[in-house]
């Protein structure tokens, strides 16, 4: 079993939609969350870090973790074929070194 | 642009060659990551750099090698290379006491 668990997808919305981005993870002493987007062959960038447990907005994006269920979610509102592209998950314990999902595949289609 | 300067940006040759990636990290930023991304895959942790020690090892192949300078740039050298190791090599770099990655642009290797 993976650390860290993403579906690939692809994820095929339509424009305006709430989609929910998830992944789940083994190791419970993972306390620092983040969610990188990678569009089509560039390098990922960071969209948003969590430390421990709760909500954290940005813009149109939400993070949110639950700790006690070993899970994590990344919500973006009134999608736009801008946000199609690849969004990985990434965590760590206090040693920092990153253990990285898959990545899920965001289509939204206009 | 990201600060982190990846070259070449693509990459062209044949089987059993060697080549050499190379990498620049955003300024102030001591640590250097590169990561293997094979088609439609996802990232695959190679190895870590910090100041110039290796700090941390993933799933880098003994054909693969790499270092860090005392100007914090950083090489990976790729040899007797394969058809499978046709990838995108990402660097990234994170400040001290850090684990937010910022990542190059990538170098698209191919191998024929």
């Known amino acids: 079993q993976k650390e860290v668990e993403q579906d690939p997808g692809p994820l095929s919305v339509p424009e305006g939609a709430i989609v929910s981005l998830n992944c789940t993870y083994s190791n419970s002493a993972f306390q620092y969350f983040m969610w990188y987007r990678q569009y089509s062959r560039k390098g990922p960038e960071l969209l948003m870090y969590t430390y421990s447990s709760g909500n954290k907005e940005d813009g149109r994006f939400t993070a949110q973790v639950d700790k006690s269920s070993k899970y994590i979610s990344l919500f973006i509102r009134d999608s736009q074929p801008s946000d199609s592209a690849t969004y990985l998950c990434?965590?760590?314990?206090?040693?920092?070194?990153?253990?990285w999902g898959a990545g899920t595949k965001l289509i939204i289609k206009p | 642009d990201s600060g982190v300067t990846q070259t070449p940006k693509h990459l062209i040759t044949a089987t059993g060659q060697r080549v050499t990636l190379r990498c620049s990290p955003r300024?102030?930023?001591?640590?250097v990551y590169w990561y293997q991304q094979s088609l439609d895959q996802g990232l695959q942790f190679l190895i870590q750099y910090y100041n110039g020690e290796e700090r941390a090892k993933g799933n880098i192949l003994e054909r693969f090698s790499a270092q860090q300078f005392p100007d914090l740039h950083s090489e990976l050298n790729l040899s007797s290379l394969e058809l499978g190791d046709s990838a995108l090599y990402f660097c990234a770099s994170s400040p001290p006491i850090s684990n937010v990655l910022t990542f190059g642009a990538g170098s698209r290797l191919t191998v024929l």
């Open positions: 990434a965590m760590s314990s206090s040693n920092y070194q990153l253990i």
């Open positions: 300024s102030g930023d001591l640590s």
